[in-house]
């Protein structure tokens, strides 16, 4: 073992030795959490439509609890549902009855913040060196974002606007009861196209996807050419246009005369740099040297702004390193406050 | 035949689509094109997973370098899918209690939430928070001032990092009221609002004229390189 | 216009305070017409001649709208605010109005108000829509006047939004410049495209990495095909695989996508081949490395590191990695020369690299380099473009600037205010 | 304060000192020219990890564009229509996290109805519900779903989703994020288009986002308003839209910071929950980071020139 590796173990074994000391005393990344039930009765007499009424948490407006109550079990649908829970609370909670059942610890989701701690930590071992952690990072989040995607474009788009256009019936059986659309079978050419588009997952026939894509092109280049047009080209010519001397309240402003001029004429400036059918010599070469200077300018203030959304990011990371986990900042959770 | 049909397609969206800009009785079917598009858009994130799938999938069996992490992906994938399609451990609505498919995927509590909160959450954070890192040592090692151009570069950058900060009110507080101009703060928002605001403009409009030609270009069908190169068609 | 606030609080301290004192004469005449400009059929226009008690006693009028009839089923009025405007104001738009209702809309919205299973009997799915407007002069001390009513109007839809037309032009006229000059440079007119100084440059850092003994490495950006600025990029890699072809040196491109990497292999056996080395041109130097962001930088990288390229191009769409790059390249000391449109990352490559070709510039290079008709034709509409843009902005300037020069020295000039409402018209109706 | 000043004269000593050494000593060059960049990471971390866990803060002074989004909003009357479009995602939060928190707490302290929706990404509707979880349903349960505010949910297709819904709503969101019909739900009913809206406020992290919005909402549809936040990246890019297209702007965090303060100052408590103070936090970590960066530059610069003289000799 040489001096490196000597090193590293220990640093690990020390800081090992910390968490398990902390955790084992109930000083971290515990997550706490509010169970709510939920319970429902039907009051509808057998064989019609079933009416359901809230019975918990709260009884429905002009339901008396008590005639809820008379309804025999197969006419209930009860869970429970466990909310998000700061710390205060369930501290709150247990000081004035310590046998209460509503505010609870969280095995699962105190597990969920050590796994994100130790991702994060993963992710952040690739800047000392590529290791097995962040390839298995990497890997993970690959998988997780990509399932994550198609879900939501499964349950978002895929199943009310297309499903439901198609056939509603299926939908308010399913998934949606309280969809309430009509059937528009014109929806059958997005669910063709969208089959076609899948079908680049066939090892053959791969000329069918370019249908749906044509169609994708199609349309992005339609609204594109307007859209960009008119926000990025007729508007920029008429936002443009103020005046050069600026004049305030009968008087002559010069700094703000100033800037008008700098503004259109940075910008005139810029477009000639921008300009092809000219060579850069002579007057068209100076002037397209002063355009130069201001996109310069410009690209200083966005790299100035870039460096302070960078750290922004890292803060927040860290933040969940010493508060959410390691609760080095203020174990009362009066950060999270929520 | 194979590469006809899907130009016409893509004149015809285009057409629609720009029509109904200017043409009201065309904006009803400029809607229904842009919801196609939507739902379209929607079937590509499915494409999206398909296709990871197929290239780890064949990455395992061919036993190709790492395919120990294409497992774990693959692994991470399917439970995330199965987990969401399935709405495991999702609740019913509280307006439809009698069917169990009403409640919303990403319910609190749920797998999948979980997987979103303890998962997807720090590691897509985490990887994005390195770039503070990278911003650091790019600079280090990447800003030099060898001309005039990166000297107006940096000085600006220098004077926005100091201006959107506490810094920079403190440096120049000493400034009387009459030269409040040169304070460093007020110097950042005129470099942002006058040389910003130019070169970004002029930035934006040559990059709005070439997306207008190229769009017309496709519309028309003069270029076709989204359909592929030439050679590669059967 | 929004008044809001001030003429509600008029109404309602009225409502609640002793009765009023003087109640103001109504307006009269309403007129109420199709919008006057071609529109998509949602708004109406209001004209009313003014209260007689106009200068006196009135504060505002108040404008409302009722759905009169569903098809031919009259429903009962029930108005609803539209706006409170100003007095002195005799004309006013009702904007945001329908021409037709949906009769599932009706269910869920007048089901107390109309018949609706007379509607269903008719088995129409929609039912045009007809509007009545009232306008009500409020007097200072919050007195109402008698109301104007219209009789039922429906708007009408044109075949062409007004609103648009000189925009149309605009659109015409450069789609016109850009199709006029790829047919032009197809006819086999050479069409001029000054030289672009990035691309000496690409040419001088192929020679040094030669020189060196060292590769060329080549990014063509992390997006697929269907990308504008990937196909510049590939464009250019013909160019830089040609040099090092002649040159003789090793030139690596690994990609993102598995698309570029097949369009790539094609581009550079080609210009291997047009340079007569086609023997030399070595296909697994083209790979395909993984789609996810992250993980290509850091093959790149840790590639970079271990093999030193001596030139580094980065050509094509960039995002974060556009720091890390240039970061490395610059660390291992590369002449490295970097092309995008990507605004946000191009700080990183102006700083860091020896040469940037910025936005429109990077596309120019490709088109250039190309030299296909339809390129270097569509660079010459652009140009037309910024011309439309400077002229419009010089000639809008010295008017506003001229104009409001005029008019501070002599306020009401006849030409200065000419001046001001050409200005205006441009401003207002042409360039929006 | 004084905690503020013994850093920054710390950081400028050692980087003068470095910058004095690299010119005198040999050995301080060469280390210097071939540092490892671990140890620039590894100041970076400490650059914000201290502030943070010192918890530094600094008073902020609000800027003519947090001003601008502030007013527009002061302008509406309760009862107005917010189209809250959530265009970002957990890798941005960092940034924008504070501006979602602070744009819904005056949108429910001025009592406006909120409509939530994201185009940006699919992860949108959980920053949808962080929005509604930490502030509405926390500190405003009076509120009532569907009558104060709705959450509408991702939809995919970018801009061809604001192509569509600024003319017709209806077609698209047929039922809000938790499947419920659109129609059944009371604040929805009298909305066909977002043209209704009396402002779009847009929180958006990049592609489809602000941009998107100022080109196929703003620009078409001159009665709407639309103001946004957006991050550090993307700020710089919007300045030429502003101020017709767009109203105001809040860029990056320093942008967050100064619409809390203007928020909290007009709306907040003695003794703010610390979620509306996020910006304000994260400002002490950017102002000791930011100087790190100019330091690093000038020490690079230094050894840069230091060795080219050194070629020259």
């Not at chain 2, 990887?127 to 030099?144: E, G």
């Amino acid at each position: 073992m040489d001096r490196k590796t000597l090193i590293w173990t220990i640093v690990f074994l020390l800081a090992g030795a910390y968490l398990v000391l902390r955790s084992m005393t109930g000083g971290m990344a515990r997550t706490y959490m509010k169970a709510v039930d939920f319970e429902f009765v039907n009051v509808a007499a057998d064989g019609d439509e079933p009416e359901w009424i809230q019975a918990k948490p709260q009884v429905a407006a002009d339901h008396d609890p008590n005639e809820l109550a008379n309804y025999p079990d197969e006419n209930r649908q009860s869970w429970t549902r466990y909310e998000s829970a700061p710390l205060k609370k369930y501290a709150k909670a247990v000081k004035e009855d310590p046998n209460q059942t509503t505010y609870l610890l969280s095995i699962s989701r105190t597990i969920g913040v050590w796994l994100s701690a130790m991702f994060t930590l993963a992710i952040f071992s690739f800047l000392y060196k590529d290791s097995i952690f962040y390839k298995i990072a990497e890997a993970v989040v690959v998988g997780v974002s990509a399932a994550y995607w198609m879900v939501v474009a499964f349950w978002s788009t895929i199943v009310p606007n297309l499903i439901g256009k198609l056939s509603p019936a299926i939908v308010q059986a399913w998934a949606m009861p309280g969809l309430k659309e009509e059937q528009n079978l014109l929806y059958i050419v997005p669910l063709v196209l969208g089959a076609m588009l899948l079908w680049q997952l066939a090892p053959k026939g791969g000329w069918i996807s370019r249908w749906p894509l044509a169609f994708f092109i199609g349309v992005f280049c339609g609204i594109r050419l307007t859209g960009y047009m008119h926000g990025d080209f007729l508007y920029q010519i008429g936002n443009s246009i103020i005046p050069l001397v600026v004049m305030v309240n009968g008087s002559f402003d010069f700094w703000g005369s100033l800037r008008a001029v700098l503004l259109v004429g940075g910008l005139l400036v810029c477009l000639v740099y921008f300009f092809f059918s000219f060579e850069h010599k002579g007057i068209v070469g100076k002037t397209a040297k002063v355009g130069i200077w201001v996109l310069m300018i410009t690209f200083g203030a966005g790299f100035g702004y870039t460096v302070m959304g960078r750290i922004a990011l890292l803060a927040i990371r860290l933040e969940f390193l010493f508060d959410d986990w390691l609760w080095l900042m203020d174990p009362t959770d009066k950060r999270l406050g929520m | 035949m194979k590469r006809l049909i899907p130009l016409w397609i893509t004149a015809i969206a285009g057409i629609v689509l720009i029509a109904s800009y200017f043409v009201p009785y065309a904006q009803g079917l400029g809607e229904l094109t842009s919801i196609w598009f939507d739902i379209l858009a929607g079937f590509a994130f499915i494409l999206g997973g398909g296709n990871l799938l197929k290239v780890h999938l064949k990455k395992v069996s061919d036993k190709a370098a790492g395919w120990g992490y294409s497992v774990i992906l693959l692994a991470s994938f399917l439970i995330t899918l199965f987990v969401g399609l399935g709405k495991i451990g999702v609740h019913p609505s509280p307006d439809y209690p009698d069917n169990s498919w009403s409640g919303v995927y990403n319910e609190v509590g749920s797998p999948f939430w979980w997987l979103y909160e303890y998962a997807f959450k720090p590691l897509t954070a985490t990887m994005f928070a390195m770039l503070a890192f990278y911003i650091a040592s790019a600079s280090f090692r990447a800003f030099r001032a060898k001309n005039v151009e990166a000297v107006l570069l940096l000085g600006t950058a220098f004077i926005i990092l100091l201006g959107r900060t506490f810094a920079g009110v403190w440096l120049t507080s000493w400034l009387p009221e009459s030269l409040s101009g040169l304070k460093i703060e007020n110097l950042s928002v005129y470099i942002m609002q006058v040389f910003n605001t130019a070169g970004s403009r002029a930035i934006i409009i040559g990059i709005a004229l070439g997306i207008a030609s190229t769009s017309l270009k496709v519309i028309l069908g003069v270029d076709r390189s989204y359909l592929g190169s030439a050679r590669s068609e059967p | 216009m929004k008044l809001h606030l001030f003429a509600l609080s008029v109404v309602f301290t009225s409502l609640g305070d002793a009765p009023a004192t003087a109640t103001p004469a109504p307006a009269s005449n309403l007129i109420a017409q199709d919008h006057r400009k071609w529109d998509d059929g949602t708004r109406i226009d209001l004209a009313w001649d003014l209260s007689a008690d106009d200068e006196t006693l009135v504060a505002a009028y108040r404008i409302s709208k009722a759905l009169a009839r569903f098809g031919d089923f009259q429903v009962p009025l029930k108005f609803e605010l539209v706006e409170i405007v100003k007095a002195g104001t005799g004309e006013y738009t009702v904007a945001d109005l329908a021409r037709k209702i949906r009769l599932e809309n009706i269910k869920t919205k007048y089901a107390d108000i109309v018949d609706i299973e007379s509607l269903e009997a008719t088995n129409q799915k929609t039912f045009p829509v007809a509007y009545v407007f009232q306008i009500v002069a409020v007097g200072r001390d919050g007195a109402t006047s008698a109301a104007a009513t219209t009789p039922p109007i429906t708007p009408t839809m044109e075949w062409f939004d007004g609103g648009r037309f000189w925009f149309l032009i605009i659109v015409v006229i450069f789609c016109g410049a850009v199709i006029f000059f790829i047919q032009l440079a197809r006819g086999g007119r050479p069409l001029k495209v000054r030289k672009i100084a990035g691309l000496e440059a690409i040419d001088e850092a192929v020679g040094r990495a030669t020189e060196m003994g060292r590769s060329c490495l080549y990014i063509p950006g992390i997006l697929d095909m269907n990308d504008i600025q990937t196909i510049a990029g590939i464009n250019i890699l013909a160019r830089v695989a040609k040099t090092a072809a002649s040159y003789d040196a090793k030139l690596e491109v690994p990609t993102s996508r598995s698309l570029v990497m097949a369009t790539a292999r094609e581009t550079v056996q080609g210009a291997f081949l047009a340079a007569g080395h086609p023997d030399a041109y070595r296909k697994d130097l083209i790979y395909y490395v993984t789609d996810e962001q992250f993980g290509y930088v850091a093959y790149v990288q840790g590639m970079m590191v271990r093999e030193k390229p001596a030139a580094c191009f980065y050509m094509g769409a960039f995002f974060a990695e556009s720091l890390i790059l240039a970061e490395t390249g610059n660390s291992i000391g590369a002449i490295q020369v970097a092309g995008t449109a990507m605004p946000a990352q191009l700080p990183f490559f102006v700083a860091a690299c020896d040469y940037t070709l910025i936005g429109e510039e990077f596309f120019a290079a490709s088109a250039y380099l190309s030299g296909s008709a339809e390129e270097l034709g569509s660079l010459k509409g652009q140009d037309v473009g910024k011309i439309i843009v400077g002229l419009g902005i010089i000639i809008g300037v010295i008017m506003l600037s001229a104009a409001s020069v005029i008019l501070d020295g002599s306020p009401g000039s006849p030409f200065g205010t000419a001046l001001l409402n050409a200005v205006e018209y441009l401003k207002q109706v042409i360039l929006t | 304060m004084n905690v503020a000043w013994a850093w920054t004269i710390l950081v400028v000593v050692v980087g003068a000192s470095l910058v004095v050494l690299v010119t005198r000593r040999e050995q301080t060059y060469r280390a210097l020219k071939d540092l490892d960049r671990r140890w620039i990471f590894l100041l970076m971390l400490l650059a914000v990890a201290i502030p943070i866990l010192g918890e530094l803060t600094f008073p902020e002074k609000p800027t003519g564009l947090a001003k601008a989004v502030f007013d527009e909003i002061e302008k509406l009357e309760p009862g107005d229509k917010v189209l809250m479009a959530w265009d970002y995602d957990p890798a941005s939060e960092g940034e924008l996290g504070p501006m979602a928190t602070a744009f819904t707490y005056h949108c429910c302290k001025k009592g406006l109805k909120m409509y939530y929706m994201t185009i940006f990404s699919p992860v949108g509707p959980q920053m949808i519900e962080d929005a509604i979880e930490h502030v509405i349903k926390a500190d405003f349960p009076h509120l009532e779903y569907g009558v104060d505010y709705v959450n509408l949910g991702y939809k995919s297709g970018y801009e061809g989703v604001i192509k569509v819904i600024v003319s017709n709503i209806r077609e698209l969101y047929t039922t809000d994020h938790y499947g419920k019909s659109v129609q059944d739900i009371p604040m929805m009913r009298d909305v066909r288009n977002i043209q209704q809206m009396d402002l779009i406020i847009n929180v958006s992290a990049g592609y489809a986002g602000l941009k998107e919005w100022v080109l196929f909402a703003a620009t078409p549809y001159p009665d709407l308003t639309l103001v946004a936040g957006v991050t550090g990246v993307m700020a710089p890019q919007q300045y030429p839209y502003i101020p017709e297209q767009l109203r105001g702007l809040l860029g990056a965090i320093k942008g967050a910071a100064e619409y809390e303060k203007l928020v909290l100052d007009k709306y907040g408590d003695e003794d703010p929950d610390p979620k509306y103070l996020k910006g304000k936090q994260r400002m002490g970590p950017q102002l000791i980071a930011h100087m790190l960066i100019i330091v690093l530059i000038i020490v690079a610069n230094f050894v840069y020139f230091a060795g080219k003289r050194r070629e020259r000799a």
